[in-house]
């Protein structure tokens, strides 16, 4: 049989997933990665006996994973080897207040007392929570919906209306949780797509139930090791993958996308393009739109970025778990200052990843490897920040740490990293910088992504954190089994379709 070629353009989880179920449906699949690895942002750094995530490092939704390796009889766990994490996440607040978060109602509704809450609120919040993300999955996610008519269609009015489509995320949660700490806790799932609580829409707060019902995960010896497993997977289907290879161009050939071109000068051919370049970089610096349809493209803003930042330590801080927030003291200030003002941040909210207090082999014995990460505005082109302001501002943040309880940590560095938005946009070619594709925002977009399939060109198609679902790792690889999926459908219509 002839079989018809795909190249897929990066090997983000998005890229990885696309090719996986396509080779799984008979294609000829390249991948073409500009860098020396695959995993896109799902990245690694080893120095000096430490293993730090430079990219992702929360697992949720395993079983979206699970269909990767099912569909070729295959059982995830001799790839991947997982457990779940215990608290999932422990938050820090400037009065001292500490709150750690439970999938287990007794556990959650001790902690809830903690900040003064009524459990009860936090048990109907998760309830509605659950109808929310129940809501979403069985069309949104599951069935890949794209555009507002496949959304009349599948729901229609009745369930659409079911959405809470007249609030935002933190109004909401503001609904049910009364206390300050316990809002913020909430408000901050919206970490997940790198966007503001007052801004998206409250559907979003389906977010909690991801990690609610379906637990929280780690990869043991790092979440990189879910590339590995992945590469093994493609290496067993002989998908080509094709290292260093960076894509400069994509031909044309009137509605139709031909194929590529290497940064070596080569043309190679295809039947099919999926590109994991997020869409906007791709319209613009690969198939080199003209203006009017970059301007078409403008509700699909970049969500936020932030400073990355890791640490190796000579000593412990038992005080912190796996996952860790450091919140600030105004977390609404701290929303707008990010994604109104476009301002860094003067008292940001902080995710620090210890994952040497439950995995030993990414530290050396006796000492803590940390992942720092506030979220700080995507670039803005018409007013750059310079790498100087950035470093700045991680002072800033390191004396944060420092007055929330990790007392002397300067004089316990004994190895530093630090990425800025700059470094983001260089090492991942992401739209301004961002870490998580599009934001979602209720008044911009109500949280819609670009579609899977071109609307030009329509044997090309998009795969990500830019195109629906939106970021994060399960729902990228959820997305290129839907692009899959799509792709089978265009390519192969049924009889009398």
Known sequence: MNRKQVIVIGSGLGGLSAAISLRQEGYEVTLHEKNARIGGK??????????????????????????????????????????????????????GTVVDLYPEPDRMAEEARKAGEDPAHVQRFLEYSGRLYDLVNAGYFEQGLDTAGDFRRFYGLGKFLQFDLFRTMHGGVKRFLKTRPMQDIFDYFIKYVGSSAYHAPAFMNCLPTIQFRHDLWYVDGGLYGIALGLQRLMDELGVTVKLESEVTEIRKDGRRVTGIVTRDGQFHAADILVSNMEVIPACTTLLREDEAFLRSLARFEPACSGLVLELGLDCQYPQLAHHNFL??????????????????????????????????????????????????????????????????????????LERMGLRDLRKHIVFEHCWTPLDIREQYYSNRGSIYGVVSDRFKNLAFKAPKQSTKYPNLFFVGGSVNPGGGMPMVVLCGQNVARKVVAWDRPPPNA
């Open 327 to 400: 919140f600030s003291g105004n977390q609404k200030e701290h929303f707008h200052t990010v994604f109104r003002k476009r301002q860094l941040p003067p008292d940001p909210t902080i995710y620090l990843v210890c994952a040497s207090r439950t995995d030993p082999t990414v530290a050396p014995p006796g000492c803590d490897g940390l992942k720092i990460l506030p979220h700080i505005p995507h670039i803005d082109d018409d007013h750059p920040l310079t790498r100087a302001d950035y470093l700045a501002f991680k002072e800033r943040v390191v004396d944060k």
């Open 42 to 95: 799902l990245n690694v750094l080893k120095a000096r006996g430490y293993t730090f995530d430079l990219g992702p490092s929360i697992l949720t939704l395993p079983h979206l994973f699970e269909r990767l390796f099912e569909r070729s009889g295959k059982k995830m766990k001799d790839y991947i080897p997982m457990r779940t994490l215990r608290p999932h996440w422990r938050n820090f607040f400037e009065d």
